[in-house]
């Protein structure tokens, strides 16, 4: 599995899981970017790191997890390791973990998510309406 990771491919990724349109993508990124720029971007294997960092700012995604998220290799990780026994020390003792704890601090990231996301989407109708008052 030595396979090259694709960088538009996670872009793509990240800003879907983010619910960040392709035009709103383009909106922070300047007046040069377009949906058709942001989806061919998305086709891209390799995209320069200044680019990277950019997009990273906006969706507050490390520039590393653009060069570095493997789906197939993320998806072999959870199916082998979430399970009541997942984690197996090398003294080959076993740890178990409260799935309703994991559960309960998904639900908490996923609000925090979401009010982040409410607060850039108020952020940008600030931004919008300002630009329309002129």
């Given amino acids: 599995m030595n396979e090259k ?35 061919l971007l998305e086709q891209k294997e390799e995209v320069e790191e200044e680019l990277l960092r950019q997009v990273g700012e906006i969706l507050r ?22 399970n009541k026994e997942a984690f197996i020390a090398n003294s080959g003792g076993t740890f178990q973990f409260n799935p309703f704890e994991e559960i309960k601090k998904l639900h908490e990231e996923k609000i925090a998510l979401y009010e982040r996301m409410l607060k850039e989407k108020d952020e940008m109708m600030a931004r919008l309406e300002e630009l329309l008052s002129k």
């Fill in 5 to 39: 990771i694709h960088h538009g491919r996670n872009i793509k990724r990240f800003r879907e899981m983010m619910g960040i349109k392709q035009e709103s993508l383009a909106f922070e990124l300047g007046p040069d970017w377009s949906q058709k720029k942001i989806s």
């Fill in 61 to 82: 995604i490390p520039v590393e997890a653009f060069q570095n998220f493997d789906e197939e290799q993320a998806v072999n990780i959870i199916s082998n390791t979430f």
